[in-house]
């Protein structure tokens, strides 16, 4: 067996000392462990009130990070870099490239693709580009063992990416950097290490998703949401307005011959003694139409499902387009699953037809993105082929349904029977979309490693997979995000789950180990020059030969 590179770990901080000397919390006693999770909980609820954690979801917080390497944090940026080139390459060319068919390859339903082709139709000034209007991403990565590129006789962790929520712009964020500011509340910088995130990054990125002159509307559905609820909660902190919680139902499409599209987005106000959307006055002007009062929507949130957009209408959906985020593009193709399966397949292209990427970018996703077989495509055909002629083969991989999020409706190989797997395979040689039917995608089965993990007091030491996720907005990394963590293989903090945050030891910090070589050097010079100076000035008899 292959000997082992850099490995994450979970710590407990008050027995750690840097990396060198990383101490699990089994080591440490009862005492100290129950000291630490109430200093966590207490800064998570010093962050934001108890009743903005849906279902208490901060009790599901874990005060013992996971110590990262600089290898780890440096692959994971680099890996978010060349998905953000493939990505953003792919999109905007979507229906322009009439030989690479990406259109036929990923369809979508039919209300969801007038609506991208209009898009296409707008100048820059009622929508920018998609490369700039990239959005939230949060995608998601198994860890998996490979051979070092590195170092051949050695194996490394690799973070594999098998999908990217962009749906709702909120999930998560919030989470991470509220528990990475705990970390340091809980004396970690102390102790000799750095987040592997930092709170005011993730808080700041969020807040380049918006306008913050004016007045935000977040319109909910169905989804219970979490983050969304603690985000409101920051934002009236930050700007002293209360973002309006808005439905479907309450959306109102208003004639305007002044706008451009002939139509002035608003929203139903159910409590006219509630305070306005914005403390400008030019933007909180309530007003009744057909005998209801209504406020105007500048700019709005969105967090519906993709079957709750189709159904408000083509009209409606074009005015949530010029004022919502995260775009349409992003919602409809960044955040299918197929995606994926696009990126790979396009690997080639992006590097020799389009010069987006280099051999090494392009080698990178290879390695960190789960392969991903789409729908109607010819690698599925081979697949189909292999699976008939070694049905084993389907242990190794799962069915996933393109729109689903939290591990919803996924099917192991390995719990399916040769007959059922081949009639769900069967089943997707049409690439189409059918209605009241799910969509899967096929992908590898990431042969996902186990830690040792103390997740609460009550279960002991376990031994689960880690689920890691990282933070990204327009494009910029923002940094790793919460680690969910639970017995099965699929694991959601809504379902039971719990969540970690990230540490890396101080020495490991590349950032911080410049800074501190260079001022090591650059001081003692400075303080030479600042006494040779003085002594020039005040003793005129002093000289230097």
Request: charged share 25%; hydrophobic share 40%; aromatic share 8%.
């Given at each position: 067996?292959?000997?082992?590179?850099?490995?994450?770990?979970?710590?407990c901080?008050?027995?750690s000392?840097?990396?060198?000397?990383?101490?699990p919390?089994?080591?440490a006693?009862?005492?100290?462990?129950?000291r630490?999770k109430?200093?966590?909980e207490?800064?998570?609820?010093a962050?934001?009130?108890?009743?903005?954690?849906?279902?208490d979801?901060?009790?599901?917080?874990?005060?013992?990070?996971?110590?990262m390497?600089?290898r780890?944090?440096?692959?994971?940026?680099?890996?978010h870099?060349?998905?953000?080139?493939?990505?953003?390459?792919?999109?905007?060319?979507?229906?322009?490239?009439?030989?690479?068919?990406?259109?036929?390859?990923m369809?979508?339903?039919?209300?969801?693709?007038?609506?991208l082709?209009?898009?296409?139709?707008?100048?820059?000034?009622?929508?920018?580009?998609?490369?700039?209007?990239?959005?939230?991403?949060?995608?998601?990565?198994l860890?998996?063992?490979?051979?070092?590129?590195?170092?051949?006789?050695?194996?490394m962790?690799?973070?594999?990416?098998?999908?990217?929520?962009?749906?709702?712009?909120?999930?998560?964020?919030?989470?991470?950097?509220y528990?990475?500011?705990?970390?340091?509340?809980?004396?970690a910088?102390?102790?000799?290490f750095?987040g592997?995130?930092?709170?005011?990054?993730?808080?700041d990125?969020?807040?380049?998703?918006?306008?913050?002159?004016?007045?935000?509307?977040?319109?909910?559905g169905?989804?219970?949401?979490?983050?969304?609820y603690?985000?409101?909660?920051?934002?009236?902190?930050?700007?002293?307005v209360?973002?309006?919680?808005?439905?479907?139902?309450?959306?109102?499409?208003?004639?305007?011959?002044n706008?451009?599209?002939?139509f002035?987005?608003?929203?139903?106000?159910?409590?006219?003694r509630s305070p306005?959307?914005?403390?400008?006055?030019?933007?909180?002007?309530?007003?009744?139409?057909?005998?209801?009062?209504?406020e105007?929507?500048?700019?709005?949130?969105?967090?519906?499902?993709?079957?709750?957009l189709?159904?408000?209408?083509?009209?409606?959906?074009?005015?949530?387009?010029?004022?919502?985020?995260?775009?349409?593009?992003?919602?409809?193709?960044?955040?299918d699953?197929?995606?994926?399966?696009?990126?790979?397949?396009?690997?080639?292209?992006?590097?020799?037809?389009?010069?987006?990427?280099?051999?090494?970018?392009?080698?990178a996703?290879?390695?960190?993105?789960?392969?991903?077989?789409?729908?109607?495509?010819?690698?599925?055909?081979?697949?189909?082929?292999?699976?008939?002629?070694i049905?084993?083969?389907?242990?190794?991989?799962?069915?996933?349904?393109?729109?689903?999020?939290?591990?919803a409706?996924i099917?192991f190989?390995d719990?399916?029977?040769?007959?059922?797997?081949?009639?769900?395979?069967?089943a997707?040689?049409?690439?189409?979309?059918?209605?009241?039917?799910?969509?899967?995608?096929?992908?590898r089965?990431i042969?996902q490693?186990?830690?040792?993990?103390?997740?609460r007091?009550r279960?002991?030491?376990?031994?689960?997979?880690?689920?890691?996720?990282?933070?990204?907005?327009?494009?910029?990394?923002?940094?790793?995000?919460?680690?969910?963590?639970?017995?099965?293989?699929?694991?959601?903090?809504?379902?039971?789950?719990?969540?970690?945050?990230?540490?890396?030891?101080?020495?490991?910090?590349?950032?911080?180990?410049?800074?501190?070589?260079?001022?090591?050097?650059?001081?003692?010079?400075?303080?030479?020059?600042?006494?040779?100076?003085?002594?020039?000035?005040?003793?005129?008899?002093?000289?230097?030969?």
């Amino acid at each position: 067996m292959k000997l082992q590179t850099e490995r994450l770990q979970q710590i407990c901080l008050s027995r750690s000392r840097d990396g060198s000397v990383p101490v699990p919390p089994t080591k440490a006693n009862s005492i100290v462990r129950a000291r630490e999770k109430k200093l966590f909980e207490s800064s998570l609820l010093a962050s934001c009130p108890r009743e903005k954690w849906v279902k208490d979801s901060y009790l599901a917080g874990c005060p013992y990070p996971i110590l990262m390497t600089d290898r780890h944090d440096r692959n994971l940026r680099e890996l978010h870099e060349a998905l953000v080139l493939a990505i953003t390459n792919i999109v905007e060319r979507w229906w322009t490239d009439i030989d690479a068919k990406l259109p036929q390859r990923m369809p979508l339903e039919p209300q969801e693709e007038d609506l991208l082709r209009w898009i296409e139709t707008l100048d820059a000034g009622a929508i920018r580009p998609f490369q700039q209007r990239l959005g939230s991403w949060r995608p998601d990565f198994l860890i998996e063992l490979i051979p070092d590129p590195q170092a051949p006789s050695l194996t490394m962790e690799q973070f594999c990416i098998c999908e990217i929520n962009a749906r709702f712009c909120w999930n998560g964020f919030l989470h991470a950097a509220y528990g990475q500011k705990a970390l340091i509340d809980l004396g970690a910088e102390q102790k000799g290490f750095v987040g592997a995130a930092d709170c005011r990054v993730i808080l700041d990125g969020l807040f380049n998703l918006l306008d913050q002159s004016l007045p935000l509307h977040l319109l909910k559905g169905e989804e219970h949401g979490m983050d969304i609820y603690i985000f409101a909660e920051y934002a009236e902190r930050r700007t002293g307005v209360r973002p309006i919680f808005i439905l479907p139902e309450d959306l109102r499409l208003v004639p305007d011959k002044n706008e451009k599209s002939g139509f002035k987005l608003c929203c139903l106000v159910r409590d006219n003694r509630s305070p306005p959307s914005s403390r400008n006055s030019r933007h909180s002007n309530r007003f009744v139409y057909n005998g209801e009062i209504l406020e105007e929507i500048y700019q709005v949130s969105l967090e519906l499902h993709q079957r709750e957009l189709r159904a408000l209408g083509p009209e409606m959906l074009r005015q949530l387009t010029l004022r919502c985020f995260n775009d349409m593009r992003t919602i409809f193709l960044v955040h299918d699953k197929r995606m994926l399966g696009i990126v790979l397949q396009e690997l080639d292209a992006l590097v020799y037809k389009h010069g987006v990427l280099t051999e090494e970018q392009a080698n990178a996703l290879r390695r960190g993105v789960t392969t991903s077989y789409l729908p109607g495509s010819s690698e599925l055909e081979h697949f189909i082929k292999h699976c008939k002629e070694i049905p084993k083969m389907k242990d190794n991989f799962l069915l996933k349904p393109i729109r689903s999020g939290k591990g919803a409706g996924i099917l192991f190989g390995d719990q399916l029977s040769a007959e059922e797997w081949q009639s769900r395979l069967q089943a997707l040689r049409n690439p189409s979309l059918v209605s009241q039917q799910t969509t899967y995608i096929v992908q590898r089965q990431i042969k996902q490693l186990v830690f040792n993990v103390l997740l609460r007091e009550r279960e002991g030491l376990q031994r689960n997979y880690l689920v890691g996720t990282y933070h990204a907005v327009n494009g910029k990394y923002l940094g790793i995000g919460t680690w969910r963590s639970g017995p099965g293989r699929i694991c959601a903090v809504s379902h039971g789950g719990a969540w970690l945050c990230s540490v890396m030891s101080r020495c490991d910090h590349p950032r911080f180990d410049v800074t501190q070589k260079r001022l090591s050097f650059v001081s003692p010079l400075f303080f030479a020059a600042v006494c040779i100076c003085l002594l020039c000035c005040f003793c005129p008899s002093y000289r230097i030969l």
